[in-house]
C-alpha cells in the first residue's frame, strides 16, 4: 500500500477495500479473536443507536464489553490506563465503560435482565480492576449495590454499603447513595423508608472529616421537604449553603494552575510514528507551595485521560494527534500513500 501512490479520492477508496477485505478475512479465519477494527465499530454503532434504541444500544456495547475482557484475559491486563495505551480505540475505556454502565442503568429500569447485565458488568469490573481512581471506584460501587436495590435485593445492597463504609466512613456520597436506595427509590415499587434514609444520613453527616458534607445536608433538606418538617429543612438548607461556601474558599486557597497538552508527530520509519506528549504546568502568583502538590499532580492526571492516548505507535482506529477530530488512518496516515498534508 505504501507503494501505491494514491493520486485521487477514487483511487483512495481502492485503498479502504483493501482493508475491508482483511477484515473479512480475519472474520472467516479467526472468528474467535477479537479484531479491534470491528471492536471499535461496536463501541461507536452503540454510540449512534443510543440516541434512539437505548435496548439495541445495550446489546451491541455488551457485545463490545465480552471483547473487553478477552482482550484483557489474553493479556493480562488488570488495569484500565493499561489497556487504554494497549489498545488506542476511538473512545478510550475510561469513558466508555462509565457511558456503558448509565446505559445498563436506563435500559435496566425497563428490563430486569439488563439490570442484572449491570450488576454483573460492575462486578466484573471492580474484581478485574481493584487498583483505579477513587472516583471511579466509588462511582462503580454505587452502581453495584443501587442495581441490587432496584432488583429487590435489598439485603445484598445494605451488606456492600455497610462493608464500604466501615472501609471508609468519610465517603460522604456513599452515605447519600445508600439513604436514597430507601427513601426515593427510581424504578421499583417499593415502599419509600424515610426512617432508615435519615437514620443512615445524619450517620454520614456526623462522621468527622466526612467529604462532601455539603451533598448530605442537601438531602437532608429534601428528605424534610418530603417529611413535611419545614422548619428543619430551611435549616438543612442553610447549613449545605454554608458548607457550600467554605469549600469553594477552600478550593479558592489553592494556586491556580494551568494544564496543556499538545502532541507532536514524528516520523521515524515508512512503518511506524511516534506520538510525544508534552505537558505543560503553569503556575500563577508565587509558585507552588509543596503541600499543594499532590492537588496538581491529579489535575495533570486527570488531562491525560480522556479519548486521545499517545502511543509509541499510532493505532489507525486512534484520533488522528493533528487534533482533526478524524481517526489517524484517515488523516495523517494518508502522508505516505500521497494523501493530503
Request: hydrophobic content about 40%; proline content about 4%.
Amino acid at each position: 500500500m505504501d507503494s501505491c501512490g494514491f493520486r485521487s479520492d477514487k483511487e483512495r477508496v481502492q485503498g479502504e477495500w483493501i482493508w475491508i477485505c482483511l477484515v473479512s478475512l480475519w472474520q472467516r479465519w479467526w472468528p474467535d479473536k477479537v479484531c479491534l477494527e470491528l471492536l471499535d465499530d461496536k463501541i461507536q454503532a452503540g454510540y449512534h443507536e443510543l440516541e434512539r434504541d437505548e435496548a439495541a444500544c445495550v446489546e451491541t456495547w455488551l457485545s463490545a464489553w465480552s471483547d473487553v475482557l478477552r482482550l484483557c484475559d489474553a493479556t493480562g491486563i488488570a488495569a484500565i490506563e493499561e489497556f487504554d495505551d494497549r489498545f488506542p480505540l476511538t473512545q478510550s475505556l475510561y469513558n466508555w465503560s462509565q457511558d456503558f454502565e448509565n446505559a445498563l442503568w436506563n435500559a435496566g429500569l425497563h428490563d430486569r435482565e439488563v439490570l442484572q447485565a449491570r450488576v454483573a458488568v460492575c462486578e466484573e469490573a471492580l474484581q478485574r480492576f481493584p487498583n483505579e481512581d477513587q472516583l471511579m471506584t466509588e462511582n462503580r460501587r454505587r452502581a453495584l449495590a443501587e442495581s441490587y436495590f432496584e432488583l429487590g435485593e435489598s439485603e445484598k445492597a445494605e451488606e456492600l454499603f455497610g462493608s464500604w463504609l466501615a472501609a471508609d466512613p468519610r465517603w460522604g456520597f456513599g452515605w447519600v447513595a445508600w439513604a436514597v436506595c430507601h427513601f426515593s427509590p427510581i424504578g421499583s415499587d417499593r415502599p419509600r423508608d424515610y426512617a432508615s434514609a435519615e437514620q443512615i444520613l445524619l450517620q454520614g453527616y456526623s462522621t468527622p472529616g466526612v467529604r462532601d458534607r455539603e451533598a448530605i445536608a442537601e438531602w437532608l433538606k429534601v428528605l424534610c421537604e418530603q417529611t413535611g418538617r419545614q422548619l428543619e429543612a430551611q435549616a438543612f438548607q442553610r447549613e449545605a449553603k454554608k458548607l457550600g461556601r467554605q469549600a469553594g474558599q477552600a478550593r479558592s486557597e489553592v494556586r491556580p494552575v494551568t494544564v496543556s497538552r499538545s502532541f507532536e508527530l514524528e516520523d521515524t520509519s515508512d512503518e511506524a510514528a511516534v506520538v510525544r506528549q508534552r505537558t505543560m504546568l503553569e503556575f500563577a502568583g508565587e509558585g507552588l507551595p509543596l503541600d499543594q502538590l499532590p492537588t496538581v499532580m491529579a489535575a495533570a492526571r486527570a488531562a491525560s485521560r480522556g479519548p486521545v492516548r499517545h502511543v509509541a505507535k499510532v493505532g489507525r482506529n486512534a484520533p488522528c494527534p493533528c487534533g482533526s477530530g478524524e481517526k489517524f488512518k484517515k488523516c495523517c496516515d494518508t502522508d505516505r500513500l500521497g494523501g493530503r498534508a
